[in-house]
């Protein structure tokens, strides 16, 4: 995608990710998110989870990297808010999807708000994110 192509409802193009024990642990260790449920296989099935579990922000992290990558080289992110709203395990392939919802004139740089969702192998979407970034404005029709 290049960035003179931005229309509201572009989408974005699909970045498909997985984490393993070793990534999420090291995410983890560097966040300083010491959660069991990001490291410890047992205390997740004793809670019923099938394994452990990908950290929350490291999916909010892929969200980030879906939009620079559209956005390009020149991107900055403004701000980027995300949510899980269901378990997504170690793995197991995920895919970020998004569009663009709203593009704005910021004088010599354009603001380009993105809807994300972090879906699973399943369909079922794990983390929906907004990520609010901008380009040099001559490269936005």
């Not at 931005?6 to 974005?12: I, K, P, R, T």
């Not at 990001?38 to 939009?67: A, Y």
């Not at 392939?93 to 704005?104: A, H, N, Y």
Request: glycine share 8%; charged share 20%.
């Amino acid at each position: 995608m290049e960035a003179t192509d931005l229309s509201v409802g572009s989408e974005l193009p699909v970045l498909t990710k997985s984490a393993g024990r070793i990534q999420t642990t090291v995410f983890c260790a560097a966040i300083r998110n010491f959660h069991q449920v990001h490291f410890d296989e047992e205390l997740c099935r004793k809670q019923g989870w099938t394994t452990i579990i990908v950290p929350g922000f490291l999916m909010g992290n892929w969200c980030i990297e879906s939009v620079t990558k559209a956005l390009g080289g020149q991107a900055v992110v403004n701000s980027a808010r995300f949510k899980m709203t269901a378990v997504a395990y170690i793995d197991r392939p995920l895919r970020v999807v998004g569009e663009v919802t709203k593009l704005e004139n910021g004088g010599d740089r354009n603001i380009v708000t993105c809807k994300l969702r972090v879906v699973d192998e399943n369909d079922q979407v794990v983390t929906v994110a907004t990520v609010c970034a901008s380009t040099p404005a001559k490269v936005i029709n």
